[in-house]
């Protein structure tokens, strides 16, 4: 998994290589390997005005790739969308979950897998409204 800010996402991708945008948004250590990497992305509502710029990157960074995903929101405008992540990699060693409030997580599946990607907009939410306490 990962985590982007729009803050990591280089500006002029004419200026920087493949690798340099890969290490700056965090994904220095996934390569163009045998297998295509399939990006599964969920961006806050505050990252909208990156989202461009960072499905770009992917497409120069990742050629092949294919990406999916949809922005994270929230029943009521009075509230943040929270990102929730799994980071299997921390300065201790252990596997950490996290909750965020802002940027894009996302997950790199590789791997013989197939992806297909259909669009759905207008979506409404299915069921009850739940409050997660722990």
């Given at each position: 998994?990962?985590?982007?800010m729009g803050?990591d996402?280089p500006?002029d991708?004419?200026m ?18 045998v297998d ?7 961006p806050?509502p505050s990252?909208?005005?990156k ?18 995903g ?5 029943v009521s405008?009075l ?6 992540r799994?980071?299997s ?12 409030t802002d ?5 790199v599946l ?14 409404k939410?299915?069921?009850?409204i ?5």
């Amino acid at each position: 998994t990962f985590h982007v800010m729009g803050d990591d996402i280089p500006e002029d991708l004419g200026m920087v290589s493949s690798d340099d945008w890969k290490n700056n948004v965090g994904l220095g250590n996934f390569d163009n390997g045998v297998d295509d990497e399939v990006f599964m992305l969920f961006p806050s509502p505050s990252f909208q005005n990156k989202v461009d710029k960072f499905l770009g990157g992917l497409s120069y960074a990742f050629p092949t790739s294919t990406t999916f995903g949809g922005v994270a929101s929230t029943v009521s405008s009075l509230s943040r969308a929270r990102l929730f992540r799994y980071s299997s990699i921390n300065v201790g060693g252990t596997g950490q979950p996290e909750t965020l409030t802002d940027g894009c997580v996302g997950a790199v599946l590789k791997g013989d897998i197939q992806v297909k990607v259909m669009v759905s907009q207008g979506a409404k939410p299915v069921g009850g409204i739940y409050r997660v306490v722990s």
